[in-house]
Nanobody, 122 residues
């Protein structure tokens, strides 16, 4: 059974940084990703990685600002978020799948975490 636990959300001012973490100490996955959902909007893929080869994928809105990385030993995926903007405000969700999900930012993931809130003030 998947146990995706997210942490690292919070409130920051525009231009600030946060690092989100997602850990599942029991399972291993081929694809892991971060999604976000703002009030009244659809859930959108932000960043994804294929854990075997380390390929990374980003939404255009976060390219150059967000970095997805992994620590295989800790079974943890991170999302480093820099130069945060008010439009980045959302609930952020970790997602995982035992398969290679393609397209990587689609919502076709098996498992989802409970989410962690990120709020960016101007």
């Amino acid at each position: 059974q998947a146990q995706l636990l997210e942490s690292g959300g919070g409130s920051v001012q525009a231009g600030g940084s946060l690092r989100l973490s997602c850990v599942d100490s029991i399972n291993s996955y081929s694809s892991m990703a971060w999604f976000r959902q703002a009030p009244g909007k659809e859930r959108e893929g932000v960043a994804a990685t294929w854990t075997g080869g380390g390929s990374r994928y980003y939404a255009d809105s976060v390219k150059g600002r967000f970095i997805i990385s992994q620590d295989k030993a800790k079974k943890t995926v991170y999302l480093q978020m820099n130069d945060l903007k008010p439009e980045d405000t959302a609930m952020y969700y970790c997602a995982a799948d035992r398969r290679l999900v393609s397209p990587p930012l689609s919502r076709e993931y098996e498992y989802w975490g409970q989410g962690t809130q990120v709020t960016v003030s101007s």
